[in-house]
């Protein structure tokens, strides 16, 4: 999906393709000096993680590996409650592990802040965040977020992995909706 197959659907680009590549590179250069001659674990949070989580991996030099959780949190629309439910568990033993949880944006931070204290309590030796973009302005709880990609307004934003109503995930960029979308 591109922009034109937009229309008048998109009202605004917070972040260009070109600025995420050149951010992800930036971080995957920070990861691979602090993880020097450490495997990592990847945990990708589905579904919007996706696209970070590969973009970010290929760019690694360090030794990775890669498992998948999904997350439901229970609030009322697009807003989280901080009480969490595991859809899909890892696969992986985290016993020992060096874990960094890749995330596409960090909200409230309930979701971070629940997901990060269920993977400590599974006795790995590191547990550390990546995410592509954070909201200060909608903080709820202090998520330490380790590698952070762009922060951002506290707006809805679609694109590179994020949707709305399970659209607009595959565009290179990440926008902001025009109102009538909503309407
Ligand atoms: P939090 O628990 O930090 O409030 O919410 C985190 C999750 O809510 C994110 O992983 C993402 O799935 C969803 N989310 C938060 N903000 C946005 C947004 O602006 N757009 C979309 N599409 N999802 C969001």
Redesign the pocket.
Known sequence: MDSRMMGDDLHSVLVTAQQIDERLTELAAAIDADYAGREILLVG?LK?AVMVMADLSRKLASDVRMDWMAVS?YGSG?K?SGVVRIVKDLDTDLTGRDVLIV??????????SWLVANLRSRGPASVEIAALMRKPSEAKVHVDVKYCGFDIPGE???GYG???AERYRTLPFVGTLAPHVYA
């Open positions: 949070v919007g949190s697009t989280s995330e596409d944006i960090v909200d409230s931070g309930l979701t971070l809805f934003v679609i994020l949707d709305y």
